[in-house]
């Protein structure tokens, strides 16, 4: 395995056609020696990129998130969100809300959601066929399987999906072209939620919207309708456009270029490290982190940041940092490397990074099996993407095949 893992030339991700996005901040003048830039809200913010500075900061409690969901905060959003969301809350109160679903999305949490997903991504492949060569792969199986999977965690019924999706795509790609459109279709997505949470909307038994809202009082104070909402948008959202979005890519990296799906379907077991690597190289959308605001004066192997400062851990950076992992450029699908920091770190790292690497690692196992011989049917370079801040990736992905069973 070793052997022919290694003869294969290596492929940098910098070679994979439109992955890599244009920052969205600007270069600004260094400060005590530690690099800065503008972000899109106009303010300056110190810039860490190196592993483990990035590391560190996101577990200092100096530097804390709440004050950048102001409507004058540090921000690459166009908007502020509701306070109640876990990324707008800082220690003590984001411990109370975050226990509240720990175990839900725990690895072992988690597990039993992959029958599930192989059943959906294997049904919505009985489709490839009929469409022929140049199927849309992105539209006819992976749209359909984190949020066909995400209904059920949630118990919401699957019709729901064509009022909801529109509505949280836009949400994720959170473009500052027209921000009362952004607002209104939020909010409609909030609204939604809410009536799930009040029950103004059915739920199906059994789901996290029914457990949680069943187990409000085992809070200290009791969870109210605002903070189960704030809790469940995350999962929502997440739970469907994000891990579509890493997937999506994920597969693209592989198929624009053969070798590494190749090595996979030689290797199927090096699959779940695979996705370890992809992951590494590639994030959600523009942004790798949220700005956090430094409380006070933070002192670190960086300088010193002042208290009031803007901080942008920029985890994106930090996984390409070549004293973290060597030749970090290069995609190696069985590097044993340290930790990535694509989920972030600390207390706000992820909170469906199980479910997000349970689902990439499941999809690409169930393709693999079934369509050694998959291939991008038009050139990397020629697909169409969506553009956003917390989504971007291609918006199709045309392929050939040849089916096994
Ligand atoms: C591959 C897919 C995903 C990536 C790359 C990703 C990335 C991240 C990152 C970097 C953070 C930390 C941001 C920061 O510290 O500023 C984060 C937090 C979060 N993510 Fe994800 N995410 C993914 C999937 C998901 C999924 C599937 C869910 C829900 C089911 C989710 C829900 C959340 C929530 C609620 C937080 C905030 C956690 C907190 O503040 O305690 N994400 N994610």
Request: charged share 20%; hydrophobic share 45%.
């Amino acid at each position: 395995m070793t052997i022919a893992l290694h003869t294969r030339p290596p492929v940098l991700v910098t070679q994979i056609p439109q992955l890599d996005a244009a920052p969205q901040y600007r270069p600004a003048e260094p400060s005590g020696g530690i690099a800065r830039i503008v972000l899109p809200s106009g303010h300056l913010a110190y810039h860490l990129t190196r592993y483990e500075h990035v590391q560190q900061i996101l577990t200092d409690a100096r530097a804390i998130r709440s004050p950048c969901n102001a409507e004058d905060g540090a921000s690459f959003l166009p908007t502020i969100t509701p306070a109640e969301m876990l990324l707008n809350n800082d220690a003590p109160f984001h411990g109370r809300l975050r226990k509240v679903i720990a175990k839900d999305f725990s690895p072992a949490g988690v597990a039993e959601l992959r029958e599930r997903v192989v059943a959906v991504t294997q049904q919505r492949l009985e489709l490839l066929p009929q469409a022929g060569e140049g199927a849309d792969l992105f539209g006819l199986v992976l749209d359909e399987v984190p949020a066909t999977v995400d209904c059920h965690l949630l118990g919401i019924d699957l019709a729901d999906r064509a009022y909801y999706r529109p509505l949280s795509h836009t949400m994720q790609i959170a473009s500052d072209e027209d921000v009362p459109e952004l607002l209104r279709q939020f909010w409609a997505v909030y609204g939604y939620l809410t009536d799930l949470v009040t029950g103004a909307r059915p739920t199906l038994p059994g789901g996290l919207i029914q457990r949680l809202v069943a187990g409000r009082e085992e809070s200290e104070p009791p969870l109210n309708d605002k903070e189960l909402v704030g809790i469940l948008i995350g999962v929502l959202v997440g739970g469907d456009q994000n891990i579509l979005t890493v997937l999506t890519k994920a597969l693209y990296t592989l198929l624009a270029a053969p070798g590494l799906w190749q090595t996979l379907v030689d290797n199927p077991a090096l699959i779940p490290t695979a996705v370890e690597e992809l992951l590494r190289l590639i994030p959600l959308g523009t942004i790798s982190t949220f700005p956090r605001l430094a409380s006070e004066d933070i002192d670190g192997p960086w300088g010193l940041i002042p208290a009031g400062s803007a901080i942008y851990a920029d985890a994106f950076a930090a996984n390409r940092d070549p004293d973290a992992f060597a030749d970090p450029l290069v995609i190696r699908l069985d590097r044993q490397g340290p930790r990535h920091l694509q989920f972030g770190y600390g207390m706000h790292n992820c909170m469906g990074a199980a479910l997000a690497r349970l689902e990439i690692t499941t999809v690409l196992q169930v393709l693999v099996e079934r369509l050694p011989r998959l291939h991008l049917a038009v050139p990397a370079a020629e697909l169409p993407w969506v553009h956003g801040i917390i989504l971007r990736r291609p918006a199709r992905l045309p392929v050939r095949w040849t089916v096994t069973h």
